[in-house]
T-cell receptor, first 113, second 112 residues
Framework: EPEVTQTPSHQVTQMGQEVILRCVPISNHLYFYWYRQILGQKVEFLVSFYNNEISEKSEIFDDQFSVERPDGSNFTLKIRSTKLEDSAMYFC???????????FGPGTRLTVT | QKEVEQDPGPLSVPEGAIVSLNCTYSNSAFQYFMWYRQYSRKGPELLMYTYSSGNKEDGRFTAQVDKSSKYISLFIRDSQPSDSATYLCAMSLGGSQGNLIFGKGTKLSVKP
């Protein structure tokens, strides 16, 4: 069964460093998303991406965040200068066309020290 | 008022029990209502979705939406220890609005 994959599973970085989180969405899916979940909190929407551009973003997704689809399979989230409060699980999701059928990856745990 | 409210539990039931999980919401514009299951330190897994009001059944799982009360439910029949997980409700406006708004999740434990 096709699934969304994410790498790395755990990333530790120092405050102020740049990190890139990687995702491989399900191959025939056209819509891609990033969410985050701070420990003990709700899953929160960050950004959606379609046709090589951002279609929606939340207030959380400020100038330190960017997304890219560098090739036909990968979808990345870059955090330019990490802060302690960026520590969270980051989930990538994809959907074929229906936003209500989003399939999530296993997540990357980001720890900022 | 928070957009989506969900009792975090924990909820503990014996094997075979019927489980009822619920969410309330404030935005009457929500059109799609989803239930996800999340095992510890894993990503959310889509269980089922419902469009607008009504019921939907899939095996042991039944989802109900009452838009007039802004209340959704997930029922699990004949619960199994493997159902032990956190259950997240999520909602979306539909159309071009693809972002999901999640509840905080209810942690369920089914005891053998």
């Amino acid at each position: 069964e096709p699934e969304v994959t994410q790498t790395p599973s755990h990333q530790v970085t120092q405050m102020g460093q740049e990190v890139i989180l990687r995702c491989v969405p399900i191959s025939n899916h056209l819509y891609f998303y990033w969410y985050r979940q701070i420990l003990g909190q709700k899953v929160e929407f960050l950004v959606s991406f379609y046709n090589n551009e951002i279609s929606e973003k939340s207030e959380i997704f400020d100038d330190q965040f960017s997304v890219e689809r560098p090739d036909g399979s990968n979808f990345t989230l870059k955090i330019r200068s990490t802060k302690l409060e960026d520590s969270a699980m980051y989930f990538c999701a994809s959907s074929e066309g229906s936003a209500h059928e989003q399939y999530f990856g296993p997540g990357t745990r980001l720890t900022v020290t | 008022q928070k957009e989506v409210e969900q009792d975090p539990g924990p909820l503990s039931v014996p094997e075979g029990a019927i489980v009822s999980l619920n969410c309330t919401y404030s935005n009457s514009a929500f059109q799609y209502f989803m239930w996800y299951r999340q095992y510890s330190r894993k990503g959310p897994e889509l269980l089922m979705y419902t469009y607008s009001s009504g019921n939907k059944e899939d095996g042991r799982f039944t989802a109900q939406v009452d838009k007039s009360s802004k209340y959704i439910s997930l029922f699990i029949r004949d619960s199994q220890p493997s159902d032990s997980a956190t259950y997240l409700c999520a909602m979306s406006l539909g159309g071009s609005q693809g972002n999901l708004i999640f509840g905080k999740g209810t942690k369920l434990s089914v005891k053998p």
